[in-house]
């Protein structure tokens, strides 16, 4: 596979790691935020951390569209989904997120219209194929998935689709970065910065991270090899005290990201004043609204959303985990009430969460595995 | 009230606590693992339940014999490579070959709904026909039930095998011993993708056909060479070859180690994968088989397996080890690894 193999030839990544524990200052402690989950699965599901030197930790950032989502947004969501004659549309990824009365995919076993759905534009299908009901597509992610949102929104509004609607989750992922940052019991020395994310806004909205926070940030692919080149260039801009962003995944991010996406997403949202990150609290503009043009295809200007705050369960730690102060392991209900099968909290179950990720393929590792090699 | 249930047989104990059924205890995944141990081994066999096999090797005025069933519900029931009636005759094929049983003779059972066209029918009975001529086994016999319009999705068909159990064969886990070898007959994932992709929720094309065949002349090429050195076998189809590995890791207490750079997959498999944040590990397959063979038979085993005609891709995929007990490591060349586990959920149900 073009693009992928090339990125996990098993003799580049040995080199990479080679040079990685070269630059690596055995003196220092590394504190390295990836800020993305889609980086956090890969370094599990490559197990990194077995060719990476200890003086190096990773720091599992906020980039987890599931996991940042408060549980009481998918309560409102399925509250509206329990009127009759309407269908809960969503991604994979948030069928099995707990909500107060259970994730959506319980509420489809007890009867609930519930359907998984590969794009925004296959929710506005659904609602074509039945015109007796209100399809609402339950939206979430960061600027990778709302310019697709967008221009469903266009399109609804241009083919006059009437029995569909969308309900906005989406969030912006630099305020959850300065709010990373502004927390006290932080120390982080560099950011592996989000790939998806940037193809859309590009690399120049991080510059303030390296200007005024000092801190340098490389946007990064997915690949193995992508990551460790990352870290290679972050060791190399901490080893010379330089702090600048840098794009290491060029070949699919744009430095000034996706104009046309850019100014879809701009026709459509507006930023809310505020919204609750779950474990961050309450930012100021860091999430999405649908604007008033298009108040036809908002959930929330056509329904009456009840607007529920629940708390999380009270010994999760989501949020903890969530900012990088506990490990997944760390938490008082890791791998004991919540395992990716029972979850308690949605970091458990999304396949970018850190639990799910932790617990899916490092937890039972343990540290025998160093010895064995992987010699077929 | 018989006597055995009075004397013999303690209170079974339920585990099985979830209230209600999910499609997740269908997947064949930790939810299905639940379920039978939890509620149907405690009550069917009480608190003396041996490790679950692919069918039963039981003695009948002491002759040996092997029987399994199983019940097919794909949809759609006709896909590039094959369709349910072929997959209603393999499945459970396999599953006799790979408890070490000669597949002789099968009943079938028919679900259909009212409506089914009957040249849809004849084409699913004729497969059934052709696939068991091919696979070497009788039809002795069957029901048809029919429920109305709506009530079923065109066909839901059970077969019952009955087999003649191989000599000198032992399929059991508690003989997988730290050091033996894991064979593999051939690319992993191609009918879990290829169903998927037939169902055309997905705007996705690719060029790849369901594997479903018969494993018994497989089987046979692996025993013939390893006889005794066979500890273990299963074919991998629901939960795919994660969960088939982990049940092993669990029923022998060892750790499974695989080497992920010599595990066949398929480019459009990957490729798919890759897009959907599947892991080929946990793809169905309807036509391949896993094997731990004792280390000084397992280059033999895997030459017979791999001369036989269907076997050219045949690899070892990695060995048994005391650590990390009871589950499945993946390592890759470069020296990274990680644990994979059996399937939670269910992301492609009603693969088969």
Known sequence: MKYVDEFRDPELITKAAEEIRRLADPNRHYRLMEVCGGHTHAIYRFGLKDVLPPNIELIHGPGCPVCVLPMGRIDDGLSIAMQPDVIFAAFGDMMRVPGTHGSPLEHKARGMDVRIVYSPTDAIKLAKLNPQKH??????????????????????????????????????????IRAILDSPDMRLDGFIGPGHVSTVIGCRPYEWIAKNERKPIVVCGFEPLDLLQSIMMLLTQLQKGEAKVE?????????????????AMAETFQLRPYFEWRGLGFISQSALRIREEYAEWDTEQRFHVPGIRVTDPKAAQCGEVLKGVLKPAQCKLFGRECTPENPVGALMVSSEGSCAAYYNYEHRKGNLLTTISASA | MSAGAKLGNPAPKIRFREPQIEM????????????????????????????LGDAAHLKINGAPMA????????????????????????????????????????????????????????????????????????????????????????????????????????????????????????????????????????????????????VFPLVSAVIREAGPGVRWM???????????????????????????????????????????????????????????????????????????????????????????????????????????????????????
């Open chain 1, 135 to 176: 399809v609402m597509f339950f939206a979430i992610g960061f600027e990778t998935t709302a310019p697709s949102t967008a221009l469903t929104l266009l399109r609804a509004k241009a083919e006059g689709i009437h029995n569909f609607s969308i309900f906005c989750n989406h969030v912006t992922i630099i305020p959850a």
């Open chain 2, 67 to 214: 029987v399994t069933t199983d019940s097919f519900v794909v949809k759609p029931i006709v896909f590039p490579g094959g369709s349910i009636g072929e997959l209603a005759v393999n499945g459970t094929v396999n599953d006799l070959a790979v408890s070490g049983a000669k597949p002789e003779a099968l009943v079938l059972t028919l679900i259909l709904e009212a409506g089914l066209r009957t040249d849809v029918l004849q084409a699913e009975i004729q497969a059934i026909a052709d696939a068991a001529r091919k696979a070497g086994v009788r039809i002795a016999g069957g029901d048809t039930k029919v429920v109305e319009h709506g009530k079923a999705d065109g066909m839901y068909i059970t077969t019952t095998g009955l087999g003649a159990p191989l000599p000198d064969v032992e399929i059991n886990p508690h003989s997988v011993r730290s050091g033996d070898k894991v064979l593999l007959s051939g690319p992993i994932g191609d009918h879990g993708i290829t169903i998927l992709l037939a169902r055309g929720e997905l705007e996705m094309e690719g060029d790849l056909r369901s594997d479903t065949r018969s």
């Open chain 2, 234 to 352: 299963r074919d991998p189809t629901r939960g795919g070859v994660a969960t088939s590995l982990n049940e092993l890791a669990r029923d022998c207490g060892l750790g499974v180690i695989l080497f992920e750079d010599s595990i066949p997959v398929h480019d459009a498999v990957r490729g798919a994968c890759e897009l959907l944040g599947l892991d080929p590990l946990h793809i169905a397959n309807e036509g391949q088989f896993l094997a731990v063979v004792a280390p000084e038979v397992a280059d033999a085993a895997l030459k017979s397996l791999q001369e036989t005609p269907g076997g050219e891709e045949a690899r070892i995929v990695g060995e048994i080890r005391e650590q990390p007990a009871g589950s499945v490591l993946v390592t890759s060349l470069y020296g990274g690894s990680r644990i994979v586990d059996m399937l939670v959920g269910d992301p492609l149900p009603r693969i088969c």
């Open chain 2, 24 to 51: 997740a205890h269908g997947a064949g995944g930790k939810a299905s693992r639940r379920l039978v141990e939890g509620l149907f081994a405690p009550l069917f066999f009480g608190a003396s339940a041996e490790p």
């Open chain 1, 247 to 263: 794009n290491q995944y060029k070949r699919v991010v744009p430095w000034e990201g996706n104009r046309a996406a850019l100014r």
